[in-house]
């Protein structure tokens, strides 16, 4: 099993493109400023002083403009006005995981609330496990013993980390003013229990982002889609986000409940234009930022190796947070980062590979098919040349 360990880092199959790279940093990068910027706009209550709803919506407000004139700049608007008349049944697909995103994005601000930056980031690893699983039944991929090492690894650094945090966690109430969403800690300490309401809400937000990223990539290389301008499929992402969005806030928001979607939205504008939450308009672009990432992200890389990107912002939210927050690291943090970090390593000398798919010629696809003994049916959608290359790397 431990064979692979002594082969080198394989560049070729963790960033299959030469942009792969610079988008691989820029994802890191962006999730750290997230964590950090909504952590600098909560008050010394733990609470937030703006809807989070309202920001969540104009962040995916400004990814759908974003998207559209990205795919304007290549497209004349009557191929537009074609592509999404004939791409109708994709607009409606996509509504699955930008419901989810939708309520992964409003989670991040309340998990923000009750974890530091790191311990946030920490947790959120579970995702691991489960987005294996999920991708190995999606697209039928086996995953080695190497690779499921490496998630169980990072799964137990999670472990460590919560451990640390429900150990001495102060039972808090939250609650839902006319203002605000916010946290009222009492003194009392709770028993040492790994098992509590934050976590839960961590265990949420997990599942919606693993499902959510698998099925978007799924969408993005399936045969359906294949033939769809990536930013035509993001802006119907978006475009389905703002809508769920929209549900959320009008029927479900307990932070304003008195107030009209009008008030909602000029009570967070004006936050930002007088200059008094000057850091809710960087989170709005730099959240916008994170949308349109990632589905470059997907679309050249895997859910697997997105969410090892996410492991490696560990390490530098861990030092940022402590230099601007005065966050300790304490041995819990020091443990669980190495052990994460390690479980990184052994994934990056054994990765996923699950390129887009390419046109290739029958005789090539026969080729692949018969090195890789496997049978797939005419209407199975991994039946394409690029895919197929890539599983040949994993069985």
Not at 211 to 236: C, H, I, P, W
Request: glycine content about 2%; aromatic content about 14%.
């Amino acid at each position: 099993m431990f064979t692979s360990l002594r082969r080198q880092i394989n560049f070729k199959d963790l960033f299959p493109t030469p942009w792969s790279f610079a988008i691989f940093i820029s994802y890191m990068g962006l999730f750290i400023n997230q964590g950090l910027l909504v952590t600098g706009s909560k008050t010394s209550s733990h609470s937030y002083n703006y809807n989070t709803i309202v920001v969540v919506l104009l962040t995916e407000v400004v990814k759908f403009v974003a998207a559209l004139v990205i795919y304007r700049q290549t497209h004349s608007f009557n191929q537009m006005r074609r592509d999404i008349t004939d791409n109708q049944t994709v607009l409606f697909l996509y509504f699955i995981p930008s419901a989810l995103y939708c309520l992964y994005n409003n989670l991040a601000f309340i998990n923000l609330s009750s974890y530091d930056p790191t311990t946030y980031f920490l947790l959120l690893q579970f995702r691991v496990v489960v987005t294996g699983v999920i991708f190995q039944i999606l697209f039928n991929k086996r995953l080695t013993r190497i690779q499921w090492l490496s998630l169980l690894l990072l799964t137990s650094g999670c472990i460590i980390k919560q451990f640390e945090h429900s150990s001495s966690l102060p039972v808090s109430k939250v609650s839902l003013t006319n203002s605000t969403l916010s946290q009222t800690p009492e003194p009392t300490l709770q028993k040492s229990s790994l098992i509590n309401i934050h976590l839960i809400w961590i265990l949420v937000q997990v599942f919606c982002s693993c499902f959510a990223g698998v099925y978007n990539e799924y969408l993005l290389k399936s045969d359906r889609t294949t033939q769809v301008d990536v930013m035509l499929q993001n802006s119907f992402m978006y475009f389905d986000s703002i809508l769920c969005n929209l549900i959320l806030l009008i029927f479900f928001d307990h932070q304003q409940p008195n107030l009209s979607i009008t008030e909602k939205f000029s009570n967070t504008l004006s936050l930002i234009t007088s200059g008094k939450e000057n850091l809710i308009f960087f989170i709005i672009l730099n959240n916008a930022a994170v949308g349109i990432v990632t589905s470059l992200f997907l679309k050249s890389m895997t859910s697997i190796l997105k969410t090892f990107a996410s492991a490696l912002e560990l390490l530098f939210t861990s030092i940022l947070a402590w230099i601007l927050f005065s966050i300790p690291v304490s041995i819990y943090t020091f443990l669980a980062i190495f052990i994460v970090s390690f479980a990184v390593y052994l994934y990056s000398i054994n990765p996923v590979v699950n390129q887009p798919k390419t046109t290739s010629t029958n005789n090539e696809i026969n080729l692949v098919l018969n090195k890789s003994n496997i049978t797939l049916s005419t209407e199975d959608m991994h039946s394409k040349l690029g895919y197929e290359q890539g599983k040949r790397v994993i069985v």
